[in-house]
């Protein structure tokens, strides 16, 4: 960025006038970071995010539908999920018939992590009702190997430097360099294009008053963005706790994902979930029927795992598929 260092006495910065890249200026009235949860060049300007790795990771595939062959089943027009017992199975659906397979489990099971091999990752696909009937060899095909993804991350981080005041004036940061979340909702195109939209009408406010289209897009971010970090934060924390075979905890707050299923059981419920799952209302809108949903778990009422196998039967589907054949192993 092209801007003088703070200084130490008047802890005051020259806003960002533009970028430097190999030797060369240019110059800029405004300088957006949209570099990423993993971006470099303006780390060392804030302070570490909120949150971080949150337990979870998973493995993708993307695969093509053969010219004609119809989408296999559909929870919502864009994506299919089984909540399983012990992991997550998900598929997000592309352009032009493709779609993306997502095993998700958590990051430290070992015998999990195998997923990354195909012969694993298929035989699991094949196990798995629904999704085995989109990665029919004769509806569609693999248009990748399987891909490890990469930490899961639940972060947020402001505008702000170490000592509260912007970072820098003139250089916002945006999408996931502000705020990340686990992709179980597919959150992250819809929180950079909402962040985008704002950064626009703050800039028609305030025009070039930098300091000023900096603070008023930090405060709009951490009313609008940040809940949906800690939505997810303890969402995937009580994700990991019932995974490892732990019951609903109804000492505190039901985690959003549990107030949804209990819709499935209390059609009551499902008038407040529509602004949630649209992005229009934030998540302490679900406040609003917490109560109901946790009367429905005190009378010891659980969702059920989708079809499918168990973890310790997915375990031993992995394993089966990973182990020499014996002609192989005579050789």
């Known amino acids: 960025m092209i801007a003088r260092h703070r200084s130490a006495a008047s802890r005051s910065l020259t806003p960002a006038g533009g970028v430097r890249v190999d030797g060369s200026e240019l110059a800029a009235d405004l300088v957006i970071d949209a570099s990423g949860r993993a971006g470099q060049a303006a780390r060392s300007l804030r302070p ?41 199975a998900i598929i997000f659906v ?21 997923l990354r091999h195909e012969a694993a990752f298929t035989a699991a696909c094949q196990a798995i009702p629904g999704l085995a009937d989109w990665v ?3 509806r569609a095909r693999p248009l990748t190997p ?17 000592d509260g005041k912007l970072a820098l004036p003139g250089l916002v ?28 009408q703050c800039i028609d406010e305030h025009g070039t008053d930098a300091v000023a289209v900096g603070e008023s897009f930090d405060a709009w971010c951490a009313e609008q963005m940040k809940p949906w970090v800690d939505d997810h934060v303890h969402m995937d924390s009580s994700t990991q ?3 490892a075979g732990q019951d609903v905890d109804l000492s505190q707050p ?21 602004g949630y799952l649209g992005m229009t209302a934030l998540p302490a809108s679900l406040r609003a029927v917490e109560p109901r949903a946790r009367a429905l778990y005190a009378t010891g009422w659980r969702p059920t795992f989708a079809p499918g196998p168990t973890r310790d039967e997915l375990a031993d589907i992995i394993q089966a598929a990973l182990r020499p054949s014996p002609a192989l192993a005579a050789v």
């Not at 399987?146 to 170490?162: E, S, T």
Request: glycine letters at 12%; hydrophobic letters at 40%; proline letters at 10%.
């Open 48 to 88: 570490a995010a909120s949150s971080g790795p949150c337990g979870i990771a998973y493995v993708d595939r993307q695969y093509q539908l053969h010219p004609g062959a119809s989408p296999g089943p559909l929870a919502s027009p864009i994506a299919w999920q089984a909540d399983l017992d012990g992991y997550q």
């Open 94 to 114: 592309h352009e032009h018939g493709t779609f993306s397979v997502l095993l998700v489990r958590p990051s430290a099971d070992p015998v999990l992590a195998q």
């Open 136 to 138: 029919d060899p004769g």
């Open 146 to 162: 399987v891909l490890p993804g990469g930490p899961l991350l639940n972060a947020y981080r402001g505008q702000a430097g170490p």
């Open 173 to 200: 940061f945006v999408g996931d360099a502000v705020a990340t979340t686990t992709p179980t909702f597919g959150r992250g195109v819809a929180t950079t294009l909402l962040q985008a939209r704002r950064l626009l």
């Open 241 to 243: 706790r019932r995974w």
């Open 254 to 274: 039901l985690p959003s994902d549990l107030i949804l299923a209990a819709a499935g059981a209390d059609p009551g419920i499902l008038g407040a979930a529509f």
